[in-house]
């Protein structure tokens, strides 16, 4: 099902779930050299087929975006399916309270860094050849981009000014990329998680707290799993979703619905 060349910024859930699904070459990065490293023994131990590219870094440092992308296309020749995970969360704040360096911290890593990789992949998607379909009603496609936005990108909630607007920016990143890469044959969509069961928000009690309200309005009353925030990823990347272009497709239990 995934037979090109995988890319995960902010790696974890999503690159495990691209070595289950089949994808047999996968190169991955994080900020944080421990848990990408975990992840990268997850995905060895139980898919010894699998060739990765396992290299730590600042998705916000534009050097470090174009040498990683260079890096993966020196190794496996191509990128196929780029999904853009590498995210923080903001400090609860109202504007008046928050700072430069906060507002900078959250836009620099989810909107600057977010563009900055979309920006690396496409430049070499729009530069390869099209990875050819079997499927005679679907045309080859260069490359699919998925960006992980958020369902605070669509709509908001107390106290995070910074974070709404920098994953409204990435919805709006997603659209404008789109429109400008179709006749390219890459496809750039984007998903807006609603609370996911994920370190982001598991690790610290006071975190878990706020989210509680989220969690209670929200229709069907839990937390996402990863897995189904992955599921949403590996179907827009893959040929299934050739006709899915400029989409902020929401994985949030009905959050944004009420
Ligand atoms: N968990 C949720 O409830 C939720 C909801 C909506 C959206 N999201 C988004 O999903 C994405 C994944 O988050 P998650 O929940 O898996 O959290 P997570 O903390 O497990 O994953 C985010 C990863 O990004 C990495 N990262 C942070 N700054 C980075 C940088 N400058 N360069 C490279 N890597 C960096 C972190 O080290 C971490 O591994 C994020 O963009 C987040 O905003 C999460």
Not at 25 to 42: C, G, M, V, Y
Not at 71 to 100: H, I, W
Not at 203 to 210: I, T
Not at 235 to 246: E, H, I, Y
Request: glycine fraction near 8%; charged fraction near 20%; hydrophobic fraction near 40%.
């Amino acid at each position: 099902m995934f037979p090109g060349v995988a890319v995960i910024t902010g790696a974890g859930g999503t690159a495990k779930a691209f070595a289950t699904a089949g994808c047999e070459r996968i190169a991955i990065t994080d900020l944080n050299e421990e848990s990408l490293q975990k992840t990268a023994e997850t995905i060895t131990s139980t898919h010894p087929k699998t060739h990765l590219l396992v290299k730590a870094g600042n998705v916000a440092d534009d050097r470090f975006a174009d040498s990683f992308i260079n890096a993966v296309v020196q190794q496996f020749g191509r990128v196929d399916y780029a999904v853009n995970c590498a995210g923080v969360l903001g400090k609860p704040m109202r504007s008046a309270e928050t700072t430069l360096e906060e507002f900078d911290r959250v836009n620099n890593v989810n909107y600057r860094g977010c563009w900055l990789s979309s920006r690396a992949e496409l430049r070499q998607m729009a530069s390869q050849s099209e990875l050819p379909s079997h499927d005679p009603n679907r045309p080859g496609q260069r490359g699919s981009v998925v960006n992980v936005a958020s369902q605070l990108g669509i709509v908001s909630r107390p106290g995070a000014p910074a974070y709404c607007a920098s994953k409204s920016a990435v919805i709006g990143m997603t659209r404008a990329d789109a429109i400008d890469y179709s006749q390219d044959g890459i496809r750039v969509n984007c998903v807006c998680p609603g609370v996911i069961e994920t370190p982001l928000i598991m690790e610290k009690p006071e975190v878990r707290a706020a989210i509680t309200p989220a969690v209670e309005i929200a229709p069907m009353k839990r937390m996402g799993q990863p897995a189904e925030v992955a599921d949403a990823i590996l179907f827009l990347c893959s040929t299934q979703a050739s006709f899915v272009q400029g989409h902020a497709m929401v994985v949030d239990g009905g959050y944004v619905t009420v």
